[in-house]
């Protein structure tokens, strides 16, 4: 299976859901939807990498489950 983009992420940062990836994954990996993105990345020439870790996650362990998604929403 073919992805368009070069995913060389770490072995720590592809084993685990973060609440950060969650977010993106949330968000569609939609840049221009994310909070951070708008911070740290909108007027950088530095790229946002969270979308091709969201890819490797999602390819290696699967979607986040359900409960680790309703988790990130609570307060």
């Not at 720590?12 to 973060?18: A, E, G, P, Y």
């Not at 950060?20 to 740290?40: F, V």
């Amino acid at each position: 299976m073919g992805y368009k983009y070069n995913v060389s992420c770490s072995e720590t940062i592809s084993k685990n859901w973060t609440s950060t990836a969650i977010d993106c994954y949330k968000l569609g990996c939609m840049c221009s939807r994310c909070n951070l993105y708008k911070i740290y990345f909108s007027n950088s020439s530095m790229k946002c990498r969270m979308k091709e870790t969201v890819i490797e996650l999602v390819r290696r362990i699967g979607a986040p489950k359900e409960e680790e998604i309703c988790a990130d929403i609570q307060v």
